[in-house]
């Protein structure tokens, strides 16, 4: 079967919300209660089914596209906060490389949009699996974190705040993570999760875990 | 080992030998019941047994075991010495090739001659385990004839023959299959039919009604409450020869003479009509229910013959049963003269008993007899001791004193096959073991037998039975002289099925038909236009969804018939039965398979969303046929309140609106490139649905709203004329309207655009600028481009953003129109919000997949190599770690500055190209080799692993 870049790039965001899920529900950000359990890339995973949520995520992930297609996303991240201080606990990153954020390129967006991958669909979607379940095992090598933890999703982008042809997506400017993480962030160790080459991307996915997260339990 | 102890998880192998003790322990235990000593003639062997056997493998088994032998449970192919088995399949036949496979006889016999017999005698290869043959012994006396008639040269008797001369009669000629509507009239005037229908139709009919009047669900339980303290008590309620008691009603004077009745009037002794009923003074002398009245004549001459008296028997049957309501708390209606009911337990059973008698005899004059029990089979086969007139309780012992064939269920068949095992009455039943009777009369029958020999019969009374079939069988008047006549009966005889089904509103999955054939050796039927003596043929097919089509039914049931190959002149009757019967409207049987649900395409949905508003005057203009297309594809709301003089408004789906778009483009594009393929694509498809009807996956032309000013005026002025008069339609006058033409009209026109799209071709007015401007419409995006911010993402887009009324022409229109334009507008923003992401890519790609149709298809297109980080030309993990191995071993100390640069500095361009997983690898494998090399490689290792986390902090 022939794909697309362009499919290829549905793809992957299809492969991010189900990521999100997945991460909300290991790391135990909602009741377990609203998950129901799916598969995708033939391992179960969880989403979330309240429509809150899942409206959330979708609407994310949705303008994530132009990003993505115009190469301008650096990398995504999902940043679980202590319920006290909003403290940044851990940071779940979703690295993009992206072929099309080269300046070099001086083919036709459309035209490369139409080409075929150079990758097989089974690589991509093998890869991907492997990655929604060294995730899933991420629950292993992470302190708990307290109860009632926030999150926010964050896209850090190359140049400029994303451009947005849709008025439902309304972003918010903030800090980028490396400044944030200079000034009070202390971060006790990197979890690499997965390298995911695929064609027009790259993708580097790693969590970050903050230190002494236990204190902030106890405390 | 304890064999019953526990086992762990995955020992299955464990719980296989412990399941094999445990069997040896069972079996050890078998052995010690052995009454005496037997003879262990099967020491030594090994049996294994296969498949089904009989007797069955339990008692093999018990066999082997008590005579020495080993009983093998589970194949063991180093040890087995016999296998027994009954049948072999092929595969099992080649598995078992080198094994002694023997049939169970020879486990019998041998126990039987008390040593062990040869085994070759019993032995079963592939060829003798085929379906055994039935070895028919012809009789000497039909050899006789056989032969006699070889001597004779006496050719069987010609069918053709036999119905010539028997049609050459004219009465004969109307009253057989021959004349058509025969099924009808032989229906409309057979007794057997008559009285079968009437019976089940007025026992629903009676019971529905009672049922209303006693406040009882039909079907189901009943208005009193039940009494459960008792035992249960049945009563089996019977007129005593119903129709002939009814018919003495009004003839007293018959009352002490045999009378029978039958629906012949005078009572030849020839006469082969059947008799329905005799009474018991009849029955003394012979006369049975079924007998022909000429039998019954010979036997009892003094027989009288009395007439059916329908509408009698009806209102007695109402009576009965109107009768048994006050008394029964469950009632199962057997029949118009005949039922079941249940009463409470603790009421005296043979008062009530009487009472009802009283009651009944009170009412109609007649007798019933009651047979009382505490369930259904004992309170019938008490019926028949209370006979005539009269009442029996029968309890659970007696059951042994009636002989097998009065038990219900029981047939001549039955009866025969029991008398063979030596049963003749109940209690000889009641001595035979169950797993003999289920060996002989199969499990489900065989346990039947074995309650009903000791009383034992929970069926529960039921109310309303379901029904099981239906049917039309003719066996009388059947002639046929050629196949069309076959079939217009087959026809026929469908019809009158097909009428039954829906009188009792069922389908049948399952058609069978009956055929009876004239013996080839029998003359003409004795009895005229009979049947006489035949063949009986079935056959039967499943269909797989049930039906009561008379088309379908016929055309099976033909089908059968053909399949036999009989001549039709030796056809004798035919009978269609239908089986396996559904509910009509139980519509979740009916359609059992599950249907896929497609979405239903976008189009579609879109169009039920958008109820379409239509000026009724443009629409009473349209011819009648366009009309009623437009009111099947669009829900099409005609307006009361008459508007203006906008002539008609029909909305399209925004979906068809940008398809149409897409076209107009289409459109420009060709009059750009005059060479392009699109081009005659367009123009092949049009002709081709000239011809065909048209179809609705061809785009339309855009309604007026969705119509680019910019481009239209950047057209040349002829073939904006051109345009502008397509969306005027039918009115001279440039009226722009949202014009939504039937589809013919579309298809016309659009042929009409296209050829005046190669007309303009050669227009001399195709300017430059024009030619550029259309042009550039047609340049693909570039990525800048693209993703310009400020402006908007695509041509497309442009063409669809821009509200109409920044259009020129928007003041020229009519107020009215402005606002209908402005709502859809609004209305279409709103779908194309939803859409606009999907669409801005596929409508990209249509257009780069039309440009690329020309030239080449795309192939992959070739990324930009990236370099990937080197660590002295290693890139791949395995070479980096020889690098890092040769570097540790070689610098026993410590690392050098300017090596170990080089490696924090490959470290870093991982993190960089975002290698984060080669990097771990690294960072994995020098913490390893640096384990045992002392402080200073391990604080480096440790160094190496700050400067990967600070890098990807970063």
Known sequence: MMISRQDLINLLLDFIEVWIHQILYERELYPTAIFSLKKKYDVPVHMATHEGVANYISKFVESLQTLLISGNCKFISLKIMSPMNNRILERFVFEIESALNESNLDIPLDTILDSEVTCSLADIQQQLRACLLRTAGTRSSLVNNPSDCTFTLGVETYSGPPSSTHQQIDWIPTQSDQQESQQHQRWNHIIPIKTIPMDLFKINVFVIEAMKKGKHVSR | MNPYGAIKFGEFKTYMTNKQAKLKDQEKFLEGTASQTVPQIFDGLSIYINGYTNPPQSELRRQIILHGGDYQHYLKKSSVTHIIATNLTHAKCNEFRAYKVVNPDWLMDSIKEQRLLPWNDYRITGKDTAQSELHFQRSNKQKQQQHEEDDNTKKPLEGKALNATLLAKSWNRENTSVNPGFVKKFYSSSRLHHLSTWKSEIKAEIIKRLDENFGREAGGSIGKKRKRNGERLVMHIDFDCFFASVGLLDRPELKSQPVAVSHVQQAKTDSSSDIASCNYIARASGVRNGMHVGTAKQRCPKLQVIPYEFEKYRAISEIFYETLYGFAEEIEPVSVDEALIEIGGDEEANIVATQIRDAIREKTRCEVSIGIGPNILLARLATKKAKPAGQYYCNTEEVQKFSVSDLPRIGPSMTDKLADMGISTVADVLRTKLSVLQSNFGPKTGKMLYEFSRGIDDRP??????????????????????????????????????????????????????????????????????????????????????????????????????????????????????????SVDDNSKVVKQ????????????????????????????????????????????????????????????????????????????????????????????????????????????????????????????????????????????????????????????????????????????????????????????????????TKSPSREDKTVHRPPWESAIWAELPASMQAEIQADHRREQLVRERNIRNHHFREARVKLMKNASSTTKIMALPLPVQNEPKLLGNSSIEGVRTVLHEWVESFPLGPEDEDAGVVVKFLQQLVQTKDLEKAQLAIMYFYEVTKEKGDVWCLFADKLKQTVSDATEA
């Open chain 2, 461 to 582: 009374l039921k109310h309303e039975q379901e029904r099981q079939s239906v049917s039309a069988d003719v066996n009388w008047g059947v002639r046929f002289e050629n196949e069309e006549q076959v079939k217009r009966f087959v026809d026929e005889l469908a019809e009158e099925v097909t009428e039954r089904l829906r009188g009792v509103q069922r389908k049948g999955k399952r058609i069978t038909l009956n055929v009876l054939r004239r013996c080839l050796d029998a003359g003409e039927a004795s009895k005229r236009l009979g049947c006489g003596k035949c063949d009986n043929f079935s056959k039967s097919v499943s269909l797989t969804i049930a039906t009561d089509d008379p088309k379908a039914i016929s055309r099976h049931v033909y089908d059968m018939l053909l399949s036999y190959k009989f001549d039709v002149t030796d056809l004798r009757g035919l009978g269609i039965n239908i089986t396996k019967l559904e």
């Open chain 2, 594 to 789: 599950q249907k896929l649900s497609f979405t239903p395409s976008y189009e579609s949905t879109k169009l039920k969303q958008f109820p379409t508003e239509v000026d009724p005057e443009v629409f009473a203009e349209l011819p009648t046929a366009v009309q009623d297309e437009l009111k099947q594809q669009y829900k099409i709301h005609l307006p009361s309140s008459k508007q203006t003089d906008s002539k008609l408004s029909l909305q399209l789906s925004p979906q068809k609106e940008k398809q149409a778009s897409v076209v107009v483009d289409g459109c420009k594009e060709d009059t750009a490139m005059v060479e392009s393929p699109y081009s005659s694509d367009i123009q092949t498809s049009s002709d081709e649905s000239v011809n065909n009807e048209p179809s609705a996956s061809l785009p339309d032309i855009p309604p007026w709203s969705q119509l680019d000013p910019g481009s239209l005026l950047a057209l040349p002025e002829a073939m904006r004329n051109q345009v502008l008069k397509l969306y005027s339609g039918k009115l001279p006058k440039r009226k722009q309207n949202d014009v939504e033409l039937p589809a013919q009209q579309q298809e016309q026109q659009r042929l009409q655009q296209s050829d005046s799209m190669f007309s303009s071709r050669e227009h001399p007015q195709l300017t430059k600028k024009n030619y550029r401007l259309m042009n550039s419409s047609k340049n693909s995006t570039t990525l800048t481009q693209m993703f310009n911010t």
